[in-house]
């Protein structure tokens, strides 16, 4: 893609989103994008390769949050894989601070070369399994914001973002459009964990017919030491 089409297309999705992008933040990404096709060649980061299908899929698709998040929040997004949705999340949003976790090291050496090739402040990459990260006393239920897209079933993100959240604090959970189901066998994991379910929204990706769901989890109570369980257990037995 030429790179006037590329600052054409992700201007005019931004727009449908009453989104608005400077110079800066369009050639960030820009750039966002070569290095995700250039590391891509070397280890698995992401199936979709299409420079517009990257633009839709990857940044609008973690764009999609920012209305959600207040200003000078501290958030933690599990399983980032190539950085989505926390490095656009940074690219929009200078204000907030953001940790992003991954279990494979390759994938947190190229979230590195990110943040210094866009330079990126406030954001920092950590190799971490996400059973592990929320027993570190360190992280644990100190976040104003969990998120995660596309990483589990509910009932098992649940027990990987809520230890990391405080109280009054929120997980947002990026999910696909059919969600009834997964939510309600999650219900009792979250109440369990020490949340509550505030509100789903589901709606289209701009120009596209393409659904999204998020579901929006609030953090009424601490969430007891037992959780999360040892690494593994909660995606072979989650939480009934």
């Not at 200003?71 to 907030?96: C, H, Q, S, W, Y």
């Not at 309600?184 to 701009?206: C, D, H, M, S, Y």
């Amino acid at each position: 893609m030429l790179r006037e089409n590329f600052d054409k297309k992700i201007q005019e999705y931004a727009h449908e989103m009453k989104i608005s992008l400077t110079n800066q933040q369009i050639n960030q990404f820009y750039n966002y994008m070569k290095l995700l096709l250039e590391w891509n060649e070397k280890i698995n980061l992401t199936a979709i390769t299409d420079p517009e299908e990257i633009i839709l899929k990857h940044f609008i698709d973690s764009m999609t949050l920012l209305p959600y998040i207040e200003k000078n929040k501290k958030v933690v997004d599990v399983g980032t894989g190539a950085g989505f949705p926390g490095i656009p999340l940074k690219i929009m949003r200078e204000d907030i601070e953001i940790i992003m976790i991954d279990s494979l090291n390759k994938r947190i050496h190229f979230l590195e070369e990110v943040i210094t090739q866009l330079g990126l402040i406030k954001i920092n990459a950590i190799h971490s399994r996400a059973e592990e990260f929320a027993r570190n006393k360190i992280y644990r239920e100190q976040f104003d914001i969990a998120t995660s897209r596309a990483v589990a079933n509910l009932s098992t993100l649940s027990e990987y973002l809520i230890p990391l959240v405080k109280i009054g604090g929120s997980c947002i959970c990026m999910k696909s459009a059919k969600i009834e189901q997964e939510l309600k066998k999650a219900e009792n994991a979250i109440l369990q964990l020490g949340g509550k379910v505030e509100k789903v929204e589901t709606f289209l990706l701009p120009k596209s017919d393409i659904e999204r769901s998020i579901v929006f989890i609030k953090k009424e109570k601490s969430t007891p030491m037992k959780y999360p369980r040892k690494a593994g257990i909660p995606v072979k037995n989650p939480i009934n």
